[in-house]
């Protein structure tokens, strides 16, 4: 059968009414779960699991499509109102999302992130789709050495990203890369900084780290503060002209849209760091690409701030399938699970699935449009009605959003040091906040400083003890020029803004 | 005597009401690593038919998987250690990586040795594989390099792991372990990246990661080699039979202590989920054709061996 008319029948199994049901029914749950701190795709593709047994195959995939497709699109949500990134990748949303919500302009940043999303979703596929057949070569030039790199260029993006707190942003993530440090070693199996407690084996864990430091410190915050998030704006004004407005804005900045994507579809096929460091990249390239004068706004609220990053995390979605159906191996918790989805209805992830397997595959990636289409009109259509929480008074939202998130910190291993975790970890999110320190680089820490370690154990491993294999291989040539490039842009901003104010003072 | 005898009967008869009704809940069915992996996919493919059975016999409850993931299994199997041995909480051991302090005389929080086996699940025999482009064809060339052997592997307590270091120690060959790595996917494909030099799949593994032809299929550690590897050689053709016996057994177990009427209801839900048709057919299709159902006694036996095997060489992995 030529591949057109896999792609047809691919659609019409996608048509038929239990398979739209099924992946309606994943976009309502992946829409649900992405926007509760702490319930993210991994949870709700882990709950779906024993429903999923009696199903064939094609719906079962085209229900976990629906969920994978539509968590990213709710997560820039939180992200937004409250600050709180539903996942890592939507941790640099919150830098210009939030400021935007403080202003009154939810509306318009969901509505821009929405779009993005969608937009950006559909430019990931179109990637894996190209992709099919080299994604062996693509898989096969990553190693060690290059995830060693990225992880630099990560953190270096991550805390560019934040400006004139550079050096601040580093505090906070070399805090993050502490963190990461707690639990059991891979190398020596000894159990790190435990302090004899059997909760930290396996060191913190993410979800109810990043619950604490972002949405439990931020409504410390609230509370302490009075009020509600937005300070100006009218709640008049947040209907849905304003998210159709932010609609129209990624194809007006449509150049940071395919950017992000672009991004976010290459970097996002590696597994680990992809989808976060994507996200950061795309940011971090979104501030260098303004001009100058714009520059400044970025952290105040500027919606390229939404748009570069949120079109990147969405396209990941796409990349990330590639390392996960070519070689079965996870790019995420998420497509672990989904892997194990895969294996559980006889299908065999590796070299060959693209040829045995190929029908199911196509309608994977069918739905997975469609359920990114059908996320962001959901989520566009009611953005409207999720922005005003901005102007609820803080007696009212603070216990409210406080409950969910505890909820979520210990709904996820039913564990109730998870929420003691968040408790404290909220804590020390409101005294970074305080001191003026940007918390951005410590969701980025936790998730890379683990990656950080192993590859650079891997690679003088294999370099025996020589970093000199990092000049071996062209890939890690090209991401050390670009860490190089990163810092030399830092170095001439810092020295340009200088002098800026040195002749301004004269 | 008789009398004796008779209210003894009566008082074992009164003592084990609760028994007879078992199960009496739902029952948590622990995997000891995270959602995904092959204990998790094999669990939870049973799952289902275990439900199945007791259904049948009028039991209207769930086996719920509970994954628990840390410190390489071990938090997992100190949890069912001290869970309540009425049959309720059960779990899925790996060995030998379960069996790492038994085999190294270290505390591991748990007594691998205390628990109440059920049932044998599966077993899995290793394969020996290079990357076909590469230098490496036959296991004369591995052992006539003239440096150590760089081998990928995810950690010291991964079975794979401990299989190499036996089999390269047996024939005096030098090993440098690259850690970190997070499956046996993924170190099988540093492998053809050019990471290191070989990597030890069990055999189902083997048989996917080797369906394109990337690999160089040296050795099958099993007194039988798969008809699949023609051309590989097993400890008995190299003249260490005893490799032939290195395996990863998986096997369910319940708390210490738990009786023999409850283990042997598990084992009848277990044995029917296992050799249930549809589960045979998905472990052919996957490549997990190694299920098994060995009774309680016998899976007790199979892992203690494996064990004491394994112990032989407990300098390996201190």
């Known amino acids: 059968m030529d591949t057109l008319a896999i792609i047809a029948t691919a659609w019409s199994d996608l048509l038929q009414p239990w398979s739209m049901f099924y992946l309606i029914l994943g976009v309502v749950i992946g829409l649900v779960f992405g926007v509760l701190p702490g319930l993210g795709g991994t949870t709700a593709l882990a709950l779906l699991i024993p429903f999923s047994i009696g199903m064939t195959a094609s719906d079962a995939i085209i229900l976990m499509a629906g969920v994978m497709a539509s968590t990213p699109t709710s997560g820039a949500v939180t992200a937004i109102l409250l600050n709180t990134p539903g996942t890592a990748p939507n941790a640099a949303t919150t830098l210009d999302g939030y400021p935007l919500a403080k202003q009154g302009k939810a509306g318009l940043a969901i509505g821009a992130a929405s779009m993005a999303s969608g937009v950006g979703g559909i430019l990931g596929i179109i990637f894996l789709i190209a992709m099919i057949p080299i994604t062996r070569e693509i898989v096969l030039m990553f190693g060690p050495p290059e995830f060693f790199l990225l992880t630099i260029l990560g953190l270096i993006s991550v805390s560019l990203s934040t400006g004139a707190k550079f050096l601040k942003s580093l505090v906070v993530g070399a805090f993050g890369v502490i963190v990461s440090c707690v639990g059991y070693h891979f190398v020596t199996g000894e159990i790190r900084f435990s302090g004899g407690l059997d909760y930290l084996w396996d060191g913190f864990k993410l979800v109810p780290a990043m619950i604490g430091f972002f949405a439990v410190s931020e409504m410390i915050n609230l509370w302490a503060k009075g009020g509600s998030i937005s300070e100006g704006g009218d709640m008049a004004k947040v209907n849905l002209k304003q998210v159709l407005q932010g609609c129209w804005l990624p194809f007006k900045h449509w150049s940071v849209t395919l950017r992000g994507s672009a991004i976010g579809t290459g970097v996002g096929a590696l597994p680990g760091v992809g989808g976060t460091v994507a996200a950061f990249m795309a940011y971090t390239l979104a501030v260098a690409s303004a001009k100058p004068a714009d520059r400044e706004s970025f952290g105040q609220g500027n919606i390229i701030g939404v748009i570069a990053p949120e079109a990147s995390n969405n396209a990941k979605e796409g990349g990330a399938l590639v390392p996960t159906l070519a070689f079965g191996i996870p790019g995420s918790a998420e497509m672990a699970v989904f892997l194990s989805v895969l294996v559980l209805h006889g299908m065999v992830p590796g070299p060959t699935i693209m040829t045995e397997s190929i029908d199911i595959i196509w309608i994977l990636i069918l739905a997975t449009v469609v359920s990114g289409i059908l996320a962001s009109a959901i989520t566009i259509l009611t953005a409207s009605s999720m922005a005003k929480l901005t102007f609820v008074d803080s007696k009212t939202l603070v216990p409210v959003v406080l409950a969910f998130a505890l909820i979520g910190s210990y709904s996820l291993n039913n564990e109730f040091l998870d929420v003691v975790a968040a408790l404290g970890f909220g804590v020390i999110g409101f005294i970074f906040m305080r001191l003026g320190f940007p918390r951005i680089s410590f969701p980025l820490a936790l998730v890379l400083a683990p990656i950080m370690e192993t590859s650079y154990y891997q690679t003088m491993k294999i370099g025996d003890g020589s970093l000199g294999i990092l000049f071996d291989r062209t890939p890690s040539i090209v991401i050390f020029a670009c860490i190089i490039g990163c810092l030399l842009y830092f170095l001439k901003g810092f020295v340009f803004d200088r002098n800026v104010a040195s002749s301004a003072n004269a | ?318």
């Open chain 2, 1 to 318: 005597m008789r009398l004796f005898a008779a209210m003894l009967a009566l008082g074992v008869a009164f003592a084990t009401p609760a028994q007879a009704s078992f199960p009496e809940k739902n029952i948590e069915f622990v995997i000891p690593y995270g959602p995904g992996g092959g204990f998790d996919t094999l669990t939870r493919k049973m799952i289902p038919f275990m439900e199945e059975y007791f259904a049948k016999k009028g039991a209207d409850i769930s086996v719920v998987p509970v994954n628990m993931p840390g410190a390489g299994g071990a938090k997992a199997a100190t949890y069912t250690t001290r869970a309540k041995p009425d049959g309720h909480t059960i779990q899925i051991f790996n060995i030998p990586g379960h069996g790492v302090s038994y085999i190294t005389g270290s505390d591991g929080g748990f007594d691998i040795t205390r628990m109440t086996w059920i049932t044998q699940v599966g077993v899995d025999t290793y394969v020996l594989m290079t990357s076909a482009s590469g230098p490496f064809k036959t296991l004369d060339n591995l052992i006539n390099v003239n440096r150590d052997l760089k081998i990928p592997e995810i950690g010291p307590s991964a079975t794979s792991s401990m299989a190499n270091s036996i089999v390269w120690s047996t024939l005096n060959k030098g090993a440098d372990f690259i850690y970190g790595y997070k499956s046996s996917q993924e170190y099988a494909t540093a492998v053809l990246r050019g990471d290191g030099d070989l990597t030890m799949a069990v055999l189902g593994s083997a048989k996917r990661y080797n369906k394109a032809g990337d690999y160089n299929v040296i050795a099958h550690f099993s007194e039988q080699i798969d008809p699949e590897f023609p051309g590989a050689l097993n400890g008995a053709a190299i003249g260490h039979p005893d490799l032939d016996a290195v395996n990863l057994l998986r096997v369910v177990a319940g708390p210490p202590g738990m009786s023999p009427e409850i283990t042997n209801e598990l084992h009848a839900a277990l044995k029917y989920a296992v050799e249930h048709p549809e589960l045979q057919k998905w472990a052919v299709e996957t490549q997990n054709n190694a299920v098994s159902s060995a009774t309680p006694a016998a899976a007790d036996a199979t892992v203690m061996r494996a064990l004491n095997l394994y112990k032989q060489f407990s300098h390996l992995f201190k």
